[in-house]
C-alpha cells in the first residue's frame, strides 16, 4: 500500500514514520506530504501502477488545514482517480482518502492499521500483473 498523508496528522514526525514502516516491512510505503492538497491523481496512478495494491490518503481535519483548502483539494483530486481506476476495471476502494479527526484524533499508525484491515479483502491488485511476471 502506498500511504500519502498530510504532516499534521498527529504521531506523524519522522521517527514515527520509520517506526510504522519498520513494523510494517514492504506491505506499505510512506509519503510524508506538507499538505495532502499537494497530493495530484498522478501520484496515486503511479504507485498502482509501479508497486502498491492500494493508494490512500490522510488527510488533517477539516477546517484545520494550515493551507486553507488542502483537504477540499485533495477530496476532489481523490474522486477523480476514484473515477479513472473504475474506468479502467480496477475496484474504486484501491484508493482512499481518510480526514483526521479533531474530536477523536488516532495516531498515523492507528490510521494506517484500519486502513490495512479495511483493503485486506481486496487482495493483490490485478494492475501489478502475476508475481515474478514483467
Known amino acids: 500500500m502506498a500511504l500519502f498523508y498530510c504532516?499534521?496528522?498527529?504521531?506523524?514526525?519522522e521517527a514515527d514514520r520509520q517506526a510504522l514502516e519498520e513494523?510494517?516491512?514492504?506491505?506499505?510505503?510512506l509519503?510524508?506530504?506538507?499538505c495532502s492538497g499537494r497530493?495530484?491523481?498522478?501520484?496515486?496512478?503511479?504507485a498502482l501502477e509501479e508497486f502498491a495494491d492500494a493508494a490512500y490518503v490522510i488527510t488533517c481535519p477539516q477546517g484545520a488545514?494550515?493551507?486553507?483548502e488542502g483537504n477540499s483539494r485533495a477530496m476532489k483530486?481523490?474522486?477523480?482517480?476514484k473515477s479513472i481506476i473504475e474506468s479502467i476495471g480496477l475496484e474504486r476502494e484501491r484508493v482512499g482518502l481518510i480526514v483526521c479527526s479533531k474530536e477523536n484524533p488516532k495516531s498515523l499508525a492507528a490510521l494506517a492499521q484500519e486502513i490495512l484491515?479495511?483493503?485486506?479483502?481486496?487482495?493483490?491488485?490485478?494492475?501489478?500483473g502475476p508475481v515474478g511476471g514483467n
Not at 497530493?39 to 503511479?46: A, D, G, K, N, Q
Open 7 to 13: 504532516q499534521n496528522v498527529p504521531e506523524s514526525r
Open 23 to 29: 513494523a510494517c516491512g514492504e506491505t506499505m510505503a
Open 31 to 34: 509519503f510524508p506530504m506538507p
Open 39 to 46: 497530493v495530484e491523481p498522478v501520484h496515486l496512478l503511479r
Open 65 to 68: 488545514c494550515r493551507n486553507f
Open 77 to 81: 483530486r481523490m474522486e477523480r482517480t
Open 117 to 128: 484491515e479495511d483493503i485486506s479483502s481486496l487482495g493483490p491488485s490485478p494492475a501489478l
